[in-house]
Each structure stands twice: as structure tokens, then as C-alpha cells.
């Protein structure tokens, strides 16, 4: 291998914050980066990306011409990186991996989209994921499923496969995916890389197309805790264009990278460690705890009882929220439309047959069924109250614990094509990340080594609201530990 | 009287006039180029989130206060599905089971019966936009989407179609005086859907149709009174009646089934979660309940037993805000009630009409009519000089008193004066004399009319009669 083709694979492994510095010091360029994204983008073959921005090198050009003139923007400016596919990017298509919205260009920008345009990210493109965000394997796209770059035969999980497979294959120095019920975690720990879920209305989700409102977050997939910091940093806070956002000040998360774990009381709830849970996986988490300990943190096993009513309270209200934000896409005002129709009802009717996958079909017929007359009570309002005991739980551990650690994803990456047969087989591996969305908690997905076929395994630390900089805490201490 | 008796509800949509729409920035104004008032959110584009504006919760409450509701001071909005294509989201943001108010009425008179009608409920909602329908295709213009509406629902209290119409006056004079709404019919501000159905006495309630598209009040009316024969013959034809959704056309006068029972909808209600539970503090409602002016009922009740004004007066006062408040601060500025309503209903309507002016538009301060009717009142200028003063009021901002110093049009009252006027016009016209002297006392009008010919009219004309007669006799 000769030497020009390993520095530049050293410059792609980067992290976002490295890469930060080297564009300080002026060693390199946002468009040698950005040119480098470009080329990796191209050659790989695991379908990470459904579009380039074509404008992406104008845009590093511009933070290059900044940074010349001593007006950087700051630790982001110039450094390179890829949105999930569905938050809206003015200009350039918003596919949700949709056949229903495959030559749809927004007409504006999410909150989340424009706030990384003013810290001065280059936008690489859109990332590939399950069809309008439902799925946990990222097989559901119209354009193709993601390939885990960590074996090529497997999923990269979902529903943001795309943005964790392309900061794993080192495609981008980080992305955003969203996250309704694990769909940034799950994908994250498969990849081997870093994915935090804040707490619901943390980050505004204007712009960012909506599955399930109540249950929707963005959040960062990165290499590490600084950068997940990082990125924080520059886009959370209240947004005037989501009613949901919340108004609380906002820390520097970066200055919770540094207390260690030193004191931290860390709760594990026994049941996410019992039955379904793969013995390798367990003992990773159990390592993770291990560590943490070592650096003088408390660990101690809790409980938190309402867990086995989550997946179905999820399952009932994401799904009811679904089938009325789906609804709009109805070949009328944007998108796909079918070719001939005799009248109105069936304009719509064959628009939407033929524009949505069969997944998202599903959770339509499954959220129409659970708001109709008569079932109202027995399945969305029951879900509503089992959704109030489930927080309750958390409040309650919460009195006692900063921090409570399980497994992300209950087993590692499976075979492509593995699973189709049956929906519920996989709805079920949702298990470990749902109830933080039900909650509203925030979430962090942290790599912890590998099982014994190599595939990479996550550990989830999951906090009270407005926990983010203890989840950073836990995160950078386990880092820390592990490299140590 | 026939043996039925007929029950009549309404739903009543009203557009409030507030700047912008109830979710997004866009103006609400009417009109305008085909989605010319559009933006991302009011067009239901992928991934945007509505911002409920504040004010279109105030009017609402304030409409609720106005119509004697309890203020729900926990409430909420949900979404209301169905597809079509002037509603962009596929659901509408409306109120289900939490509306903002309850429990209210409305006092009417109708066929000289005084009738209280029951509010169920008021709640806030959007509007949805238009479709134009053109030779081989439909457009759709979403500059109406997401203008804020109060849907008001009543009791099934009405009896008869002078009932309805009574009340949508009423309830439109309400909503004017509140500026909650605009009201205007033309522009589909106030529009109006009507169930009805009949029973015999003693009997349960028959089954009811809805009307849809009543326009106005009239409309309205004439809907019910066709709607109810049309029932009546259907009954005692021995048929029965079927829960349909009419429209009513208004030129053809008469109705045809929209959709029936068969494919009635459901609309999957269920809460709006982007939108945060409206949660009202006592201090709030009542802050808002502080900025309630006079009702028009309650003014035109004030003006005849307080003011003792003839209802006709009290009446077409209150047929506006402006001019009732205009009304009222002349008074308070110290003017005889009856001559301020005198000049308005006369001077100042006369001047507005035929300057095609709104009675917002009075260029006249309250203070400044007082000042006029003073000047009259002291025998200053005379009634019809004060006329004169009004109308130069209209043109130029000058004070009453002003106007009839630069132009000496103060009335003469000095009887030297006159009597040498009078006494010239007497040699001038020996055979209206003559006539007057032969028992034609009228022609005395003729020989006042010269001598104020001859003042310009600035002669007080009592003074100039009764110095005609003195000469005369």
C-alpha cells in the first residue's frame, strides 16, 4: 500500500474534532476534505448515500475563503458531513427513501440543517434509511439497503443505517439521524460508532419530516463523545418554529467530557439484561460497568417494571401518529402521483398504493385501526396510560441513579434479508430502545467492543430529562477506560 | 299551525380577524393571487410544525365571554382526517372533546318573543383553502388555508327560521362589537350550516338533515323554511326521513343531498401532539373578559331607558360600533342625546352615504359635535346653519366655532336688525300681504323665507317670524 493512500485513509478516520485542528493549523483544507468525503462517497459500495450535493466542495471553498480572512466560524466550520434523508434541505431532494418523494426538493431548510450551515458544515448528502424512518433495518428504501461496512452481508441497522454506516466507513466526519425508537442508537451500535438521542425537545424538529411527533428526535452519530458534544452544541435549543422545542439554558456540553466518573451512581435495570438479550452482548454491557467502576463510579442493579408494556405502547401511538402525519402525501401539492385515474378517490387511493412501501403500509393500516371509532379507547388511550406508568418508572430510578446502562440493540448486525418474513421478529429487537422515547428520556449508543464474529456491539446510557452532559460524562469515562 | 314542530341547531364558522393565520406568519387578508399567502407550514409541506398564535385563543375567548360561555381552563387541539384536496395535511387542527368554551347563550327577540339560545360550545380551527374548478382541470388555492375560525355550536333551541335569523344578527353584531370577526358574508367570514328536524308533539325528535353553503342570512332563513315544508311533505307522504348532508342553493332556492348516512365520515380524531395543551389562568380570562365593551343590546337598552331615546334611534345607533362610541362621547362631552342622534342619523349619514364612506370614517371628533350642537343650542348658529357646519366639518379640520367666525355664519338675533329687514321685505311684497291679510296665514312662510333670503340665513328665524307677525297685524 503505498503511503499517499494511507494518509488519506488516516485524514478520513479523523475525528470531526481532529479534523477541526488540522484545519486551525492550516495543515489542511475544507476542500481537501471535502474532496476526500467525495471520493470515499463514490467508490464505496454500501449504499450510505442517496444524494451528493453537488455543491458541497462551493460550500467548503467558502469556509476555506473564511477561515483565510481570520473569520472562522468555529470548531465546526469547514468540516464535512451528511444529513439523514429526511431533513429538508432547500435545493436539494428530501427523498424520506420514499418512492412517494424520490424528485421532491423542499422549498426550505430544517432548524437542524440550517443551524450546521451557519456553524459553517459542508453538507456531503443525504444519507439512505428505512422508508420515511419506519424500520430498524434500513432494507426498507426505495433506493436499495444499506450495507454495514463492517461486513457487507449484514444490516447497518435502522432507521438510520445510512448515517451510521457512513461515519463508520469514514464517509463523513459525522451525520444526523433521527430517532422515534432507537433508530439512531440501534443502527449505531451495529456500526460501531456513536449515537445520542436527546431528550425530546431538545433539538427542534422543524423541517425534520415527520413519523410518530411525539416520539421523533434528531440526533448526532459521531465518532466520539467530544464530537457528539460538538455537534450538540451547535444545534440544540429552542427553535421558534417548533412549539415542542424547549426554552431551558443550554450548557457547553463540552464541559462535561471532563468530570469522569468519579462518584457516578449507575443504575443497570435487570430487565434489560434477562431473557432475548445474546450472552456476548451482556457481557460487553457488564464490561462497560466494569470500567466505570474501575474510575470509582457506583454500579448497582435496579428495576424497572412497566418495561415489557413499552414495545406495544410504542408500537400503538408511533403507528397512530404515523398514519395521520402520512396522510399529506396524496399526489396532490408535491411528490409522486400516479399516471391514470378516473377521479379524485382514486387518484389518491393508487397515489398512495403505489408511492409507499409495504412497511410503511403497515403502520398506516395499523395506526387507522388503532384511531378508529370503537378502538380509540382500547389502543391509543391505553397506550397514552401505559406511556404515564413507563415515565413514572424512570422518575422513580432516577431519584436514586444519574445514570442507567443496558445493551442498545439486544443482538449484533444481522444477514441482510434475514428477518423479512417477519415484521414482529424485528419490531421485538426495538426492545432495549423504545421506552427512552416513550419517556422522552435522552440516549446515548456507546461502542463496546466486538463479538466473537467481529461485529460491533452497543451500550446504552440512558439519563433523566435534560441528562445530555452526564450521558457525555459516562460516555467520555468509558472511552477513556477502554483505551486505558 | 300545523301538528309538527320543528327543531333547528346551527354551526356557525366565523373567520377572526386577527394579522396572521392560526399556525404559521401568513397573512390572513382576503383575496390576493392564487397561493400568494402561503408559506411551507399553511401548505403542508414535509416536516413543518404549526406555532399556535396566541391571539387567535384571546378572540376566541373573548367571543366565549361575549356569549356567556365558561372558559374550559384546561384545553386542547386534535386533528380531524380527511382527504381532500383543499386540505393540505390531510387533517384538519380543530378541538374535539376539550373546546375552549362552553356552555353559553345568546338573548333574542323574534315575531316580538324575547327566546334565549343555548351555545353548546365554541371552538378554535382552521380553515381549509379552495378549489377552481376550471374546463379540464382543478387548481387549488391555499391562501385561505390555516385563517383562523370559530366554530359555534347552539343548543337545538330554534323554532322557525325568524328565530335563526334573529339570532345570526344578533350573534354577527355581537362578534362586530367584540372585533373578533369582520363578519363579512361576501367574503365567507360568517358562514352557517343548519340542522333540522321535525317531530309531532309529544313525540321524539325525527331524524335531522344538515344543510351546508348558507351564505347568508337570508339564505339561511329561506334554507330552513324550505327544509322544513320538504320534511313535512316527506312525512306525511308517509316516507321517511334520511340522515343527509344537503347543500343549499340559493338561486335555485332549493336543496340536494351532498353525501348520506351510508358514506358519513370518521375522522379519526386524536390529540395534536405538536401542539402543547392550552392551559388559561384565571388572570388571564379575566383580562381578557376587562376589554368586553358594551354589548349592543345592552346599549341600545341604556340609550332608551336612560337616555330616552325612541328605540328607532337606539336601533340604528348600534348598527355600528364606531358610531355608537361616537355616540357616546358626544354625550359624555356634554350634548343633548337627541340632537346628537339627530345629526347623526341625519347630517352625518346623509354626508357618509354620498361619499361612500364606512362610519368608521367620520372625520368628525366627538368633542368637536359637541362643541356644535352648543353653539346651536345657545342660538349661536341656527339648526340648518349647523348643517352647513358639519358638512364644512367634513372637508376641513377646523373647530365649529372657527368655521362660523371666518365665515360669519352666526345668526343674527338683533332686533333692530331684523325688524328693518322685515319691514323691507313687507313694502317689497304687498300681494303676499294682501294674501296673509286675507286669511292665508301659511303665506307667512314666504315672507320669513325672503327675510332669511335676505340675512343669507344668518337671521334667527323664530325672531323673524314673530316680528312679522307683530308688523302684520
Redesign the interface.
Known amino acids: 500500500m503505498n503511503q499517499s493512500i494511507s494518509a488519506a485513509e488516516e485524514l478520513a478516520a479523523l475525528t470531526a474534532h481532529d479534523a477541526s485542528c488540522r484545519l486551525a493549523e492550516g495543515t489542511v483544507s475544507s476542500v481537501q476534505l471535502t474532496q476526500l468525503m467525495l471520493d470515499r462517497i463514490a467508490a464505496s459500495q454500501n449504499n450510505a448515500f442517496i444524494t451528493v450535493n453537488p455543491k458541497a466542495l462551493e460550500e467548503a471553498a467558502a469556509a476555506d475563503a473564511r477561515r483565510q480572512k481570520g473569520e472562522a466560524r468555529g470548531p465546526l466550520d469547514g468540516i464535512p458531513m451528511a444529513l439523514k434523508d429526511?431533513?429538508?434541505t432547500q435545493g436539494l431532494r428530501?427523498t424520506?427513501a420514499s418512492r412517494m418523494?424520490a424528485e421532491?426538493v423542499?422549498?426550505?431548510s430544517?432548524t437542524v440543517a440550517r443551524r450546521l450551515s451557519e456553524a459553517g458544515c459542508v453538507l456531503l448528502g443525504k444519507l439512505n434509511m428505512d422508508e420515511f424512518a419506519m424500520g430498524s433495518t434500513s432494507e426498507n428504501s426505495y433506493f436499495g439497503p444499506v450495507r454495514n461496512p463492517r461486513d457487507p452481508q449484514r444490516i447497518a441497522g435502522g432507521s438510520s443505517g445510512g448515517s451510521a454506516a457512513a461515519v463508520a466507513e469514514n464517509l463523513a466526519y459525522f451525520t444526523l439521524g433521527s430517532d422515534t425508537g432507537g433508530s439512531v442508537r440501534q443502527p449505531a451500535a451495529m456500526c460501531g460508532v456513536m449515537g445520542m438521542k436527546p431528550t425530546y425537545g431538545r433539538i427542534s424538529?422543524?423541517?425534520?419530516?415527520?413519523f410518530a411527533?411525539?416520539l421523533d428526535q434528531i440526533g448526532p452519530i459521531t465518532k466520539d463523545a467530544q464530537d457528539c458534544a460538538l455537534v450538540l452544541n451547535a444545534i440544540a435549543g429552542k427553535d421558534?418554529?417548533?412549539?415542542?422545542s424547549l426554552m431551558n439554558p443550554l450548557p457547553d456540553y463540552l464541559d462535561a467530557l471532563k468530570d469522569g466518573a468519579a462518584g457516578l451512581r449507575i443504575g443497570i435495570p435487570k430487565e434489560y439484561m434477562g431473557e432475548g438479550i445474546s450472552e456476548e452482548v451482556r457481557m460487553a454491557v457488564e464490561r462497560v460497568a466494569g470500567l466505570l467502576e474501575a474510575q470509582g463510579a457506583i454500579v448497582e442493579t435496579c428495576s424497572l417494571p412497566r418495561t415489557e408494556y413499552a414495545l406495544s405502547a410504542y408500537y400503538v401511538i408511533s403507528s397512530?401518529?404515523a398514519?395521520?402525519n402520512l396522510?399529506?402525501y396524496?399526489g396532490?401539492?408535491?411528490g409522486y402521483r400516479t399516471q391514470a385515474y378516473a377521479n379524485?378517490?382514486e387518484m389518491?387511493e393508487k397515489t398512495r398504493s403505489e408511492g409507499f412501501g409495504d412497511e410503511v403500509k403497515r403502520r398506516i393500516l395499523l395506526g387507522?385501526y388503532t384511531?378508529?371509532?370503537g378502538y380509540?379507547d382500547a389502543y391509543?388511550k391505553r397506550a397514552q396510560q401505559a406511556r404515564t406508568l413507563i415515565m413514572e418508572d424512570f422518575r422513580k430510578v432516577f431519584r436514586q441513579y444519574d445514570v442507567l446502562l443496558t445493551p442498545t440493540s439486544p443482538v449484533t448486525a444481522w444477514a441482510l434479508g434475514q428477518k423479512h418474513a417477519n415484521p414482529l421478529e424485528i419490531y421485538a429487537m426495538d426492545v432495549c430502545t423504545v421506552s427512552v422515547n416513550v419517556a422522552g428520556l435522552p440516549a446515548l449508543s456507546l461502542p463496546c467492543g466486538t463479538d466473537s464474529q467481529g461485529l460491533p456491539i452497543g451500550a446504552q446510557f440512558i439519563a433523566n430529562t435534560l441528562g445530555e452532559a452526564v450521558l457525555l460524562r459516562a460516555a467520555a469515562a468509558a472511552e477513556k477506560g477502554g483505551k486505558a | 299551525m300545523d301538528e309538527f314542530k320543528t327543531v333547528i341547531g346551527l354551526e356557525v364558522h366565523a373567520e377572526l380577524d386577527t394579522k396572521s393565520k392560526i399556525y404559521c406568519g401568513c397573512t390572513t387578508e382576503f383575496g390576493g393571487d392564487e397561493n400568494t399567502h402561503v408559506c411551507p407550514v399553511c401548505s403542508g409541506m414535509p416536516g413543518v410544525l404549526p406555532m399556535l398564535n396566541r391571539k387567535v385563543v384571546e378572540y376566541c375567548v373573548k367571543a366565549g365571554l361575549a356569549l356567556n360561555c365558561a372558559i374550559n381552563p384546561y384545553s386542547r387541539q386534535d386533528r380531524k382526517h380527511y382527504f381532500y384536496p383543499d386540505l393540505p395535511k390531510a387533517f384538519q387542527t380543530s378541538q374535539f372533546d376539550q373546546p375552549l368554551c362552553l356552555n353559553g347563550y345568546v338573548d333574542i327577540v323574534a315575531g316580538g318573543q324575547p327566546k334565549r339560545i343555548g351555545i353548546t360550545r365554541i371552538h378554535i380551527e382552521e380553515d381549509a383553502g379552495k378549489l377552481i374548478h376550471g374546463a379540464d382541470q382543478t387548481r387549488v388555492d391555499y391562501n385561505r388555508c390555516g385563517v383562523p375560525l370559530i366554530e359555534i355550536v347552539t343548543e337545538p333551541d330554534f323554532e322557525n327560521s325568524a328565530q335563526v335569523h334573529a339570532f345570526l344578527e344578533a350573534l354577527r353584531e355581537i362578534l362586530l362589537y367584540t372585533e373578533v370577526s369582520n363578519c363579512k358574508m361576501e367574503e365567507g367570514s360568517l358562514r352557517c350550516d343548519v340542522n333540522l328536524s321535525i317531530h309531532r308533539e309529544g313525540e321524539p325528535f325525527g331524524t335531522r338533515t344538515e344543510m351546508k353553503n348558507l351564505n347568508s342570512f337570508s339564505a339561511a332563513a329561506a334554507a330552513v323554511e324550505y327544509e322544513a315544508q320538504r320534511q313535512r311533505r316527506v312525512v306525511l307522504g308517509g316516507g321517511k326521513i334520511s340522515q343527509d348532508t344537503l347543500r343549499w342553493d340559493d338561486e335555485a332556492g332549493y336543496n340536494y343531498v351532498m353525501r348520506s348516512k351510508e358514506d358519513a365520515d370518521e375522522y379519526f380524531y386524536f390529540p395534536e401532539p405538536d401542539i402543547m395543551p392550552m392551559v388559561l389562568s384565571e388572570g388571564y380570562i379575566e383580562r381578557i373578559r376587562k376589554t368586553l365593551p358594551e354589548l349592543p343590546a345592552k346599549r341600545r337598552e341604556r340609550y332608551v331607558q336612560v337616555m330616552g331615546l325612541p328605540m328607532y334611534d337606539a336601533q340604528l345607533l348600534t348598527v355600528s360600533k364606531f358610531i355608537s362610541d361616537f355616540f357616546d362621547r358626544t354625550v359624555a362631552a356634554g350634548a343633548q342625546p337627541k340632537a346628537v342622534s339627530n345629526f347623526i342619523m341625519g347630517d352625518i349619514t346623509r354626508l357618509l352615504n354620498e361619499r361612500g364612506l364606512a362610519p368608521e370614517k367620520v372625520p368628525i371628533q366627538p368633542d368637536a359635535m359637541a362643541e356644535l350642537l352648543d353653539l346651536i343650542s345657545k342660538g349661536v348658529i341656527s339648526n340648518s346653519m349647523g348643517s352647513k357646519v358639519i358638512e364644512i366639518m367634513f372637508e376641513e379640520t377646523k373647530s365649529p366655532a372657527d368655521i362660523v367666525r371666518e365665515r360669519g355664519m352666526a345668526q343674527v338675533s338683533d332686533a333692530g336688525a331684523i325688524r328693518g329687514m322685515c319691514e323691507q321685505v313687507i313694502a317689497e311684497n304687498p300681494k303676499i300681504v294682501a294674501d296673509y291679510k286675507g286669511g292665508k296665514v301659511k303665506a307667512i312662510t314666504a315672507l320669513v323665507g325672503q327675510v332669511m333670503k335676505m340675512s343669507r340665513g344668518k337671521a334667527n328665524p323664530a325672531m323673524v317670524n314673530q316680528l312679522l307677525e307683530e308688523l302684520l297685524k
Open positions: 429526511n431533513i429538508s428530501t424520506c418523494l421532491f423542499p422549498p426550505y430544517a424538529r422543524y423541517g425534520v419530516v415527520a411527533s411525539s421558534p418554529y417548533d412549539g415542542s397512530a401518529e398514519c395521520s396522510g399529506r396524496d396532490v401539492k408535491y379524485l378517490a389518491i387507522t384511531l378508529s371509532a380509540f391509543y
